[in-house]
């Protein structure tokens, strides 16, 4: 079964420091992950899929199948980064099932 | 584009009865996927309705139940309440076929619903 593990609950970062925010996962098969952004008072809404490798909002994650990781970076944090992120894999269990399992969440802070 | 819109918003039951919560995609969306959040459990997959049919489920006991309508809204139903089922529940919808691609999930407000 699909597994990921966010190990931080609560993160906090200066403005203009860099932050990482990990997520390791355990999936058979070739792995489809996600990262979920949640602002205050906001929906829950996409911020990446490994599959795109594009940068929104200066985050980037990249898939370590090697350490089953897909930890999201990025170089310079602003305040508007303050939000709670998720790492889901695609859970697929049938062709075409849109099925995410998420991890517990990390919540970001930015200090100014 | 409207987004996702899910009614009520905000529920309170006592334990025992049963509630049924809906979900109305956006337009043009066949799948319909509910999540509950919970602070101890953190977001959970309930389970999927594409073209009317149930596509995939979560490990939830068979009093969380769903279904969908020809225009693709989706109701659940939770019978029996407890304690335990107070927690927000999210709707999301997708374009998704019946591909094996993912397609961006889109989610509602939510329905906040309280278990006295």
């Known amino acids: 079964a699909q597994r990921v593990t966010q190990p931080e609950k609560l993160l906090s970062v200066f403005k203009g420091a860099p932050v990482e925010l990990k997520c390791n996962y355990s999936?058979?098969?070739?792995?489809?992950l996600f990262w979920y952004v949640q602002y205050s008072r906001q929906r829950l809404q996409l911020l990446l899929r490994?599959?795109s490798r594009e940068s929104i909002k200066g985050f980037t994650a990249d898939l370590n199948k090697g350490e089953t990781s897909f930890h999201l970076k990025k170089p310079f944090a602003q305040e508007e980064d303050s939000a709670m992120y998720y790492c889901?894999?695609?859970?697929?269990?049938?062709?075409?099932?849109?099925?995410?399992?998420f991890g517990q969440g990390t919540r970001l802070t930015i200090n100014p | 584009k409207a987004g996702v819109t899910q009614t009520p918003r905000y529920l309170i039951k006592t334990r025992g009865q049963q509630v049924t919560l809906s979900c109305s995609p956006i337009?043009?969306?066949?799948?319909v996927s509910w999540y509950q959040q919970t602070p101890g459990q953190g977001l959970q997959f309930l389970f999927e309705?594409?073209?009317?049919?149930?596509?995939n489920k979560g490990n939830f006991p068979g009093r969380f139940s769903g279904r969908q309508f020809s225009n693709s809204r989706s109701e659940m139903n939770v019978s029996t309440l407890e304690l335990g089922d107070s927690a927000l529940y999210l709707c999301?919808?997708?374009?998704?076929?019946?591909?094996?691609?993912?397609?961006?999930?889109?989610f509602g407000p939510g329905t906040r619903l309280t278990v006295l």
């Open positions: 309705y594409f073209s009317e049919t149930q596509r």
């Open positions: 337009s043009g969306h066949r799948s």
């Open positions: 999301a919808s997708s374009l998704a076929g019946r591909g094996g691609s993912y397609n961006e999930q889109f």
């Open positions: 490994h599959i």
């Open positions: 889901a894999p695609r859970a697929e269990l049938i062709q075409g099932a849109q099925k995410l399992v």
């Open positions: 999936y058979s098969g070739s792995p489809e």
